[in-house]
C-alpha cells in the first residue's frame, strides 16, 4: 500500500533551521511529482513547495520563497523540505503529498518559538 512517512519536526527557535524528510513507498516514486504542504490551526491547508518528478524543476509559496528549499532523491524514494530563517508564522503541521492518486502523509508538527 502507499505510504508517506514524515519527520524531522520540533520546535526551533525563530531564525533557526529544520530539514523535514518524507518517505515514499507503494508506487513508483521517481514517476510523479511530490509537494508540501502545511496547515495551521484555524486556517486551511495551504501549498508550499512542489516538485516535479525528475526534480527539474519546483515551485514555491510566496511567503516561503527565498527561505526553503524542496528537493528530491529518487534513489532513496524521499522528498525533503529544508527551512531556514523560520518564523513564528511557519508554525504549522507539515505534510507531503504525491500526485499518485493524491496520497497525503500523517504530517509533521513544526513550532517556530522562542
Known amino acids: 500500500q502507499v505510504q508517506l512517512v514524515e519527520s524531522g519536526g520540533g520546535l526551533v527557535q525563530p531564525g533557526g533551521s529544520l530539514r523535514l524528510s518524507c518517505a515514499a513507498s507503494?508506487?513508483?516514486?521517481?514517476?510523479?511529482?511530490m509537494s508540501w504542504y502545511r496547515q495551521a490551526p484555524g486556517k486551511e491547508r495551504e501549498l508550499v513547495a512542489l516538485?516535479?518528478?525528475?526534480?527539474?524543476?519546483?515551485n514555491y509559496a510566496d511567503s516561503v520563497k527565498g527561505r526553503f528549499t524542496i528537493s528530491r532523491d529518487n534513489a532513496k524514494n524521499t522528498v525533503y523540505l529544508q527551512m531556514n530563517s523560520l518564523k513564528p508564522e511557519d508554525t504549522a503541521v507539515y505534510y507531503c503529498?504525491?500526485?499518485?492518486?493524491?496520497?497525503w502523509g500523517q504530517g509533521t508538527q513544526v513550532t517556530v518559538s522562542s
Open positions: 503529498k504525491t500526485n499518485f492518486m493524491g496520497y
Open positions: 516538485i516535479t518528478s525528475a526534480g527539474g524543476s519546483t
Open positions: 507503494g508506487f513508483t516514486f521517481s514517476n510523479y511529482a
